[in-house]
Every structure is written in structure tokens, then in C-alpha cells.
């Protein structure tokens, strides 16, 4: 069965400090996997997606099949990351979320 | 451009009560329409997903439905509400089951 595991519910990090948020899924097949935003008082939104294999606000993130990871990085934590990051998982036209992980910036 | 529409915007229900709630697409065609419910703790859970008018797919037991009247209208119902329904439920569509973009939500108190 597929499934997204973000074990951290919250993390906090402080400001210009890396961020590292992490995601594990699993999945028999080729996955796609997805980073997901929510802001304060903002819609959901999509931030990444590893087949783009971009850089979007300072943030990466390398699907790793090996470790079936696909962890969220930043080298340096501004204030204005602090939201609420969902991991995500399509299995053909199905989107499965993780249980997310708040990131709080510390000033 | 494509926008999502997703009604009302808060709701407070008494148990036992029926539920319908509306989310409407506009600027495209065919999208894939999603419903999940967003509860603090769990994360997003997919409720129903649908990649055309009629074809509803659930993934989790309960008694919610859903239903796709039309191309761009994505319904969730309930015929009886239960305390366990309570939660803030989001509508999404894609395009073909790329990058989701969401509504604003319903948060649904059941009292």
C-alpha cells in the first residue's frame, strides 16, 4: 500500500540555520512525489515536485529510492518559511499526503 | 485562468443531519476533482477522487459519498452526520493528476 510518513509534527529552527524536513514514502512502483505549502491564512500549494528537480524560495529536495526519501532542504531558514509542509505521493491519479510537519522560525 | 470554488465556507450541523458540500472548477475541462479532509494530527486524508463525470473512486470507509453531475462540480455528501465527520474538508482538481490546486475549504463542526 502506498503511504507518506513525515515524522516530525513540528519542527523549530533558527533563523539562517538549515531546515531539513523530512519525508519517507512507500510504494512499489515508480513514484512521484510532491512538497506542499500552507502559509498563514493561504490555500495549500504546491511548492515542488522532484521530477522538476527545481529550486523554489531556497528549498530542494532529491528523491532518494534507495532510502525511499524525498526530504526537504534549505541551508538557510528565513522567517517567512514558518508554515505547515506537506509530503505527497501520486500513484497514477491518486494524491496521498503525509500527516505534515509544522516549521517554525525562531527570530 | 483557472479558478476553484468551494462552499460554504463554514457549516455547524447537528448530528444525524444530512450534508452536502460544493466545490465548482472554472477555466478548464475534465479535471480530476478531489476531496480530502484536513484534521489536526492526520494530515490530509483522500476521502474521494474523480477523473470524470459519474466516476467517483473512495479510499476511506465511512458514511460520506460523493458525487460528479457535471464536468467541473464535485459534490460530498453525508444522508446522516456523525461527531467523527467534524473537520475542515478541502477540494482540489488537477490536471491529470499533476500538481493539485486547492479551495478554500469548509470547516464542519457536527454538534
Known amino acids: 500500500a502506498q503511504r507518506v510518513t513525515q515524522p516530525e509534527k513540528l519542527l523549530s529552527v533558527f533563523k539562517g540555520a538549515p531546515v531539513e524536513l523530512k519525508c519517507n514514502y512507500s510504494y512499489s512502483g515508480s513514484p512521484e512525489l510532491f512538497w506542499y505549502v500552507q502559509y498563514s491564512r493561504q490555500r495549500l500549494q504546491l511548492l515542488l515536485r522532484?521530477?522538476s528537480r527545481e529550486s523554489i524560495k531556497g528549498f530542494t529536495a532529491d528523491l532518494n529510492k534507495g532510502e525511499t526519501s524525498f526530504h526537504l532542504k534549505k541551508p538557510f531558514a528565513q522567517e517567512e518559511d514558518s508554515a505547515m509542509y506537506y509530503c505527497?505521493?501520486?500513484?497514477?491519479?491518486?494524491?496521498?499526503f503525509g500527516k505534515g510537519t509544522r516549521l517554525h522560525i525562531l527570530p | 485562468s483557472q479558478t476553484i470554488h468551494q462552499w460554504p465556507a463554514t457549516l455547524v450541523q447537528p448530528v444525524g443531519s444530512p450534508l452536502s458540500l460544493e466545490c465548482t472548477v472554472e477555466?478548464?475541462?475534465?479535471?480530476?476533482l478531489y476531496w480530502y479532509r484536513q484534521a489536526a494530527g492526520r494530515g490530509l486524508q483522500l476521502l474521494f477522487y474523480s477523473v470524470g463525470i459519474g466516476q467517483i473512486s473512495s479510499e476511506v470507509p465511512q458514511n460520506l459519498s460523493a458525487s460528479r453531475p457535471q464536468d467541473r462540480q464535485f459534490i460530498l455528501s453525508s444522508k446522516k452526520l456523525l461527531l467523527s465527520d467534524s473537520g475542515f474538508y478541502l477540494c482540489?482538481?488537477?490536471?491529470?493528476?499533476?500538481?493539485?490546486?486547492f479551495g478554500s475549504g469548509t470547516q464542519l463542526s457536527v454538534l
Open positions: 505527497a505521493l501520486r500513484s497514477d491519479d491518486k494524491i496521498i
Open positions: 482540489a482538481w488537477s490536471w491529470l493528476g499533476e500538481k493539485l490546486f
Open positions: 477555466g478548464t475541462s475534465n479535471p480530476n
Open positions: 522532484h521530477i
